[in-house]
């Protein structure tokens, strides 16, 4: 009676297959130490030859013995040509990233303009700044319009600016106008008519 993969003893890395398994299962039995290591390069070669398209990379030798020690249970004892992977770093995690929370006064401009605005206040008045500043603008008219898709008023944004700048930046939308944004029209696909066949 054949006994399915399902009653089988789970594989370590799939990837291999069940003979690799059977032969790393066998090398561990072997007695002699010499013999067990010779053992473990024939299988090292059975598994180079199951991904040949990976012999180009630099590690790929060490990753082969990383995997024959894993699916081993790190139980095989022989003369490892490099230092194999640690069994307890199998299922060791990375150490939580730290993020900094920071308020957003409005969700629809993002942080990111917090921080331009603040760096544009540090600019000395000139040409460059008031460029600088116009840009800032209508980016963030920009991004009003992708969230409502209606036209923001210009007096609205140089109203947010002022308070974003803590009056730093001051705009009289009577003077300047920001860019008019519209939706994208949305292509339709032609329609090719067939020429009837004359008879």
Request: net charge positive; aromatic share 8%; with cysteine.
């Amino acid at each position: 009676m054949l006994d399915y993969n399902t009653q089988l003893k789970k594989l370590a890395l799939p990837e291999y297959g069940r003979n690799i398994q059977q032969m790393v299962d066998h090398c561990c039995t072997i007695e002699d130490r010499e013999e067990r290591t010779r053992c473990a390069y024939t299988i090292i070669r059975s598994m180079g030859n199951l991904f040949p398209q990976l012999r180009d990379e630099a590690d790929y030798k060490h990753k082969l013995w990383d995997h024959l020690a894993i699916m081993s249970n790190f139980k095989l004892d022989i003369d490892y040509p490099c230092d194999i992977v640690k069994e307890e770093n199998l299922v060791s995690k990375p150490e939580p990233m730290q993020y900094k929370l920071e308020n957003i006064r409005f969700r629809h401009y993002g942080k990111t303009i917090e921080r331009m605005i603040a760096r544009a206040c540090e600019y000395p008045e000139g040409e460059e700044r008031d460029a600088l500043v116009m840009l800032l603008a209508n980016h963030m008219k920009k991004l009003i319009f992708q969230i409502s898709k209606e036209d923001v008023e210009d007096a609205k944004i140089f109203k947010d600016l002022a308070f974003y700048s803590k009056g730093k930046i001051q705009i009289d939308p009577n003077e300047k106008a920001l860019h008019q944004f519209k939706e994208a029209p949305v292509a339709t696909p032609k329609t090719t008519s067939k020429k009837k066949k004359k008879k």
